[in-house]
């Protein structure tokens, strides 16, 4: 939601930046030619952010399910073994089988064939993914190189 906020906002600010020129002089061309440009700039922009697609995360009729915009991941919750955040500037979510390989999905923007994560957005939360990924029942991917067992 970070960036869709963002261009909202901008585009607001900008179109009443235009008005704010206009106003003192509306039949000048000194302020009606900038005025009338920062106006539709912030159109633009505010329409631009409005069509941004915001990835939504949900479990339902025993599937899982990943949706953005048009893109739609379903996948039976059987299949789910587990689970991890990729950290970064755009955080991702990754989703392996129950053999604990990770599970292999078509590009989301279409630049690459095939990609083993689904991304999130920048403002996404790991603590929120994995609250999510907890009250679904789907247990974190164990990173660690060693079994987890001390000596004994």
Known sequence: ?????GELWAGGVLAAAG???IAPAPTSWVNLL????LVLGGAALAW???RLAVPVLEVEDDEFRYTRGRYIV???FADVGSYYVLPGRTRSLG???TTGRPRIFPSVEGRHANRPYLPLTRRTSPAKVDAFMS???IPPRDRSLTSGSGPA
């Open 19 to 21: 008005i704010a020129v």
């Open 95 to 97: 989703l392996c089988d």
């Open 74 to 76: 379903r996948i039976p």
């Open 34 to 37: 900038p005025g009338l440009l």
């Open 135 to 137: 009250a679904a029942g």
């Open 1 to 5: 939601m970070g960036r869709k906020q």
């Open 48 to 50: 631009h952010g409005y």
